[in-house]
Nanobody, 122 residues
Framework: QVQLVESGGGLVQAGGSLRLSCVGS????????MGWYRQGPGNQRERELV?????????NYADSVKGRFTISRDNAKNTVVLQMNSLNPEDTAVYYC??????????????WGPGTQVTVSS
């Protein structure tokens, strides 16, 4: 059984910072790309990519967060971290961790975490 567990969400004032962490556990042979997505308030909002980092450590960011957010990973701990600075109310959303990995059966899979709420007050 493989699971992703997120932590670090919460309430912060505009201009503040938060640090999100996601840890993968279970029968994981190797983690490939890991990333963060978010879904803003309202049922019509789609889940959007925030940042992703490859197994080799190359990051990519949504234009809306470039220069403010930094994604990093620790392969030995199957962990991905999203450092969020200069937060604004538009960043308010549920943030989801996503990971592609190979299980012990050598099958490639994708998994989502349950999500963590980030709320930025003006």
């Amino acid at each position: 059984q493989v699971q992703l567990v997120e932590s670090g969400g919460g309430l912060v004032q505009a201009g503040g910072s938060l640090r999100l962490s996601c840890v993968g556990s279970g029968s994981i042979l190797r983690m490939n790309a890991m990333g963060w997505y978010r879904q803003g308030p309202g049922n019509q909002r789609e889940r959007e990519l925030v940042a992703v980092i490859t197994g080799g450590g190359s990051p990519n960011y949504a234009d809306s967060v470039k220069g403010r957010f930094t994604i990093s990973r620790d392969n030995a701990k199957n962990t991905v971290v999203l450092q969020m600075n200069s937060l604004n109310p538009e960043d308010t959303a549920v943030y989801y961790c996503n990971a592609e990995f190979y299980g012990m059966d050598l099958r490639r899979r994708e998994m989502w975490g349950p999500g963590t709420q980030v709320t930025v007050s003006s």
